[in-house]
C-alpha cells in the first residue's frame, strides 16, 4: 500500500493542524495505522496508532491529551488533530501502515510494512 501525508505547515504555538494520510494501491479496512514523527537530528518517535475498525487508539505520552488520531475508513485516510501545538511537536509527521495482527501496542517502528513521505509540521512564533 501507499501512503500519502498532508496537512502540515507553519502554526503558532497553541494553535492547531489536522494531517491526512490517505492510502492506495491495497486493502485498507483492515490496517492498523500509525503517525510518527521525526524532528532534525533525531530518532523517529511514536505519535498515535488507531487498529482497523477505531476501537483501540494509543498515543505517545508527549501529545497525550492534545492530539487525536481517527480514520475514515471508506476514504482510506486517517487523520491526526493537533490541538495546543507546541514548539516540541516542530517535525516531520509521517504515517504508516502495518497488515499484523494487533500485538498490544503500536509504537514500535518495525511493525509498520509501509511508510508515507511525511508532511513538515513548523510550530513556531
Known amino acids: 500500500v501507499q501512503l500519502q501525508a498532508s496537512g502540515g505547515g507553519l502554526v503558532l504555538p497553541g494553535g492547531s493542524l489536522r494531517l491526512s494520510c490517505t492510502a492506495s494501491g491495497g486493502i485498507f479496512d483492515t490496517l492498523g495505522m500509525a503517525w510518527f514523527r521525526q524532528a532534525p537530528g533525531k530518532g523517529r518517535d511514536f505519535v498515535a496508532g488507531?487498529?482497523?475498525?477505531?476501537?483501540?487508539?494509543e498515543y505517545g505520552e508527549s501529545v497525550k491529551g492534545r492530539f487525536t488520531i481517527s480514520r475514515d475508513n471508506a476514504k482510506k485516510t486517517i487523520y491526526l488533530q493537533m490541538n495546543t501545538l507546541k514548539p516540541d511537536d516542530w517535525a516531520v509527521y509521517l504515517c504508516a501502515a502495518q497488515s499484523s495482527y494487533y500485538t498490544g501496542t503500536f509504537k514500535y517502528t518495525h511493525l509498520y510494512e509501509s511508510w508515507g513521505q511525511g508532511t513538515q509540521v513548523t510550530v513556531s512564533s
Open positions: 488507531i487498529n482497523w475498525n477505531s476501537e483501540i487508539t
